[in-house]
């Protein structure tokens, strides 16, 4: 054990975990979020529960026996929700990403970035185990597993747990915003096609402005279960269309001899930054896995993240290479735009996409909604700013679409900033941190090595993807 190891207790666990269990019917997934009682020496922020056997040391306890889930899901259904979870508009935008790399590169790397997503993916979940068996408690969410990090870490970084565990909040909420604004120039970039040739030209920012009110009565509803149904829609929507999509895709299809093999180097970072988006596993990973019945089911060769990866890997691989063999340079930042206007099937694709997309919009917001939830409850007593919060966060989610309209750059942008620091940086982060306590960084101190190659490659992908989107974004209008 480290010299500098702080002997930390929980010796005023509470009998009740306070989390706000939120949970989609259609997915029958829970969302955990931690409230913020002040523990250990004013540095974290997490409500911790009773211990029933105080004489349970760390290898001993179990913290799943001790987890309160009101509808535990099997292997099976986890793994549904995680492909449900992870097969978005993400895997629409691949064939562009391709676009960017070239044919080889596009391969090589949409499988090296869902290696990396997984291996992050597994990390936070471990270290979550390792921290709730040593801090024993049942649950963590992210914020929370960041926090006990950074109090396993060395002694100067233990002050910082708190502020920590706010900063992942507040990016939350952030990424939260970025990512529906992708939704929303999404839906705008379809609606656009199908209605223009019928009402005129138009702006895609007015089919935007024109979409705010509708996600903002969709958005005041704070019980999931009126949105239920349409989330399941959305889903039954989603699945068939990419059906329909591959029916477009592979009809005659050129010789792969004809496509380059790769593109500019100068593209590169706009591919890294679709392809983490799409692999954005990492905000899904623990809710899934506390809401398991048997949680040991999450990790391993045939567990659901290894399994969800590799079956996502062929499909985004797959959409990739068929879309940008089919469109070529014409490739679109949205397959669904290159998908042909004159054939009913096909504008009916679009049009059933934008609104299943518009759908899956409150759900999408619910975590950021449940932290702005929770932190507004400590400060306001009025219910009426909460939904000042709301509406809030909606109208900054359509003034960002409108001002990134670039489909592509924003999914890249989106990606490049949220995803690589949370998906790819803070894991390698807190797995550091976590093992710290025990000084367990293995032979050679190989899993310092490695955290710090997959820290180096995030932070390569988040500057060079930021600083080549924003360029892209910059120069769209020009």
């Known amino acids: 054990m480290h010299p500098n190891k702080e002997n930390i207790t929980n010796e005023s666990f509470k009998n009740e975990l306070n989390k706000s269990a939120v949970a989609d019917p259609g997915l029958n997934l829970n969302i955990f979020v931690i409230g913020s009682d002040i523990k250990d020496g004013n540095r974290s922020t997490l409500k911790l529960v009773e211990k029933s056997k105080e004489e349970l040391n760390e290898e001993e306890y179990d913290p799943f026996s001790f987890r309160q889930v009101q509808h535990p899901t099997t292997y099976g259904e986890t793994l549904v929700n995680f492909l449900k979870s992870l097969v978005g508009t993400g895997v629409l935008a691949m064939p562009y990403g391709f676009q960017n790399t070239g044919m080889i590169i596009g391969i090589l790397g949409t499988c090296i970035i869902g290696f990396i997503s997984a291996y992050c993916g597994n990390t936070l979940v471990r270290c979550s185990h390792i921290l709730l068996k040593r801090r024993k408690i049942p649950i963590l ?223 999408a917001s619910y975590p950021a909604m449940q932290i702005l939830q929770s932190y507004s409850a400590k400060s306001f007593k009025s219910l009426s700013v909460l939904y000042f919060f709301r509406v809030l966060m909606d109208v900054l989610t359509v003034l960002l679409a409108i001002l990134i309209p670039n489909l592509g750059a924003f999914v890249s942008l989106v990606g490049a900033v949220s995803s690589c620091l949370f998906g790819l940086i803070f894991p390698p982060v807190i797995e550091l941190l976590t093992y710290y306590e025990d000084f367990n960084y293995g032979r050679f101190y190989s899993r310092i090595w490695k955290n710090i190659f997959i820290i180096i490659f995030g932070a390569l992908g988040f500057i060079t993807g930021t600083y080549f989107s924003i360029l892209d974004i910059i120069n769209f209008d020009k």
């Open 141 to 363: 969410d992210f914020a929370g597993v960041a926090e006990q990090a950074f109090l396993s870490g060395p002694q100067r970084f233990r002050k910082y747990s708190m502020f920590v565990g706010k900063f992942i909040d507040l990016f939350i909420v952030l990424g939260t915003i970025g990512g529906n604004g992708c939704y929303i120039v999404f839906i705008a970039s379809n609606l656009k096609q199908l209605l223009d040739p019928m009402v005129g030209e138009h702006s895609s920012r007015i089919y935007m402005v024109a979409m705010l009110p509708v996600i903002l009565v969709m958005n005041l509803v704070r019980n999931l279960k009126y949105i239920a149904p349409f989330s399941m829609f959305a889903n039954a929507v989603l699945g068939s269309g990419l059906v329909i999509i591959f029916y477009y895709i592979v009809q005659d299809l050129p010789a792969v001899s004809t496509m380059p093999l790769y593109a500019s180097a100068s593209q590169l970072p706009l591919f890294f930054g679709t392809a983490v988006f799409a692999y954005g596993m990492i905000g899904v990973v623990l809710p899934l896995e506390n809401d398991m019945k048997k949680p040991t089911q999450f990790l391993g060769v045939g567990g659901v993240l290894s399994i969800g990866v590799c079956f996502t890997a062929v499909l985004y691989t797959t959409m990739g290479f068929l879309g940008y063999l089919k469109y070529g340079e014409k490739t679109e930042a949205s397959i669904t735009l290159n998908l042909p206007l004159d054939e009913p099937i096909a504008k009916s694709v679009k049009l059933l996409y934008s609104v299943a997309v518009l759908f899956t919009y409150p759900m």
